[in-house]
C-alpha cells in the first residue's frame, strides 16, 4: 500500500524558507506513471494547490506561488521536496503531499495523499 | 473567493439523497474533467470521484459524479452519519493555468 509522510519544522519564522520532505513508500516515485504534489490548506479554510513534480525534475507550479516555491526530487530516497521562501503568516496552513495520477495532463487527481503536518508561520 | 462555487453547506437526513453543486466557467469545468474529495475531520482529503464521474475503488456506488456544461454534482445516496464532511470539487484553469478548488461544502447528517 502507497504511502507519503510529510516531515519538517512546524514553526516558521517570518521572511525565512519553509523546507518540507515528503517520503513515499510502498512504490517507486521513479515511475512515469505519475507526477507528485503539494496542496495546503490554512486553519479552518479550503485546499489550495501548490504545485507538482515528475521523477525527472520537470515541474508545473500555481502561478500565484511559482515566485516563491521550489520543488524538487530526490528518486535515490523516494523524497519529494518543497521550499517557500520569505513566509508571512498567511502562509500558515497543513501541507500535504500527494501522488498525482497524470492519465490526463495537468491532472488534479491527487490519488494518495499523506496525512499533513501543520506549519506555523510566527516570531 | 474561490474560482469554484459550491454551496457552503448542505445537509440531509440518513437514507436521504443530497446532491452538492459546483459551477465553474468554460476555462475550467466547460473544458476540463472535475474530481471530487471528501475529507473527514481531522483528516486529510480522500479522492472520492475523478474524470467527472469516476470512482476510485472502494468507493462505494453510493457516490456519483456528473459533469453538464460548466457545472458539476456530486450526489450521495442512502446518506450516512459516516459521510459527515467537507467536500470539495476540483478541476484544471486553462486561463489560470491552475489547480482550481471549490470552496468546499460542509456536509451535516442530521
Known amino acids: 500500500q502507497l504511502q507519503l509522510q510529510e516531515s519538517g519544522p512546524g514553526l516558521v519564522k517570518p521572511s525565512e524558507t519553509l523546507s518540507l520532505t515528503c517520503t513515499v513508500s510502498g512504490g517507486s516515485i521513479s515511475s512515469s506513471n505519475w507526477y507528485w504534489g503539494w496542496i495546503r490548506q490554512p486553519p479552518g479554510k479550503g485546499l489550495e494547490w501548490i504545485g507538482s513534480i515528475n521523477y525527472s525534475g520537470t515541474t508545473y507550479y500555481n502561478p500565484s506561488l511559482k515566485s516563491r516555491v521550489t520543488i524538487s526530487v530526490d528518486t535515490s530516497k523516494n523524497q519529494f521536496s518543497l521550499k517557500l521562501t520569505s513566509v508571512t503568516a498567511t502562509d500558515t496552513a497543513v501541507y500535504y503531499c500527494?501522488?498525482?495520477?497524470?492519465?490526463?495532463?495537468?491532472?488534479?487527481?491527487?490519488?494518495?495523499w499523506g496525512q499533513g503536518t501543520l506549519v506555523t508561520v510566527s516570531s | 473567493q474561490s474560482v469554484l462555487t459550491q454551496p457552503p453547506s448542505a445537509s440531509g437526513t440518513p437514507g436521504q439523497r443530497v446532491t452538492i453543486s459546483c459551477s465553474g466557467s468554460?476555462?475550467?469545468?466547460?473544458?476540463?474533467?472535475v474530481n471530487w474529495y471528501q475529507q473527514l475531520p481531522g483528516t486529510a482529503p480522500k479522492l472520492l470521484i475523478y474524470r467527472n464521474n469516476q470512482r476510485p475503488s472502494g468507493v462505494p456506488d453510493r457516490f456519483s459524479g456528473s459533469k453538464s456544461g460548466t457545472s458539476a454534482s456530486l450526489a450521495i445516496s442512502g446518506l450516512q452519519s459516516e459521510d459527515e464532511a467537507d467536500y470539495y470539487c476540483a478541476a484544471w484553469d486553462d486561463s489560470l493555468n491552475d489547480v482550481v478548488f471549490g470552496g468546499g461544502t460542509k456536509l451535516t447528517v442530521l
Open positions: 500527494a501522488r498525482v495520477d497524470i492519465l490526463v495532463l495537468p491532472s488534479t487527481t491527487f490519488d494518495y
Open positions: 468554460s476555462s475550467n469545468i466547460g473544458s476540463n474533467t
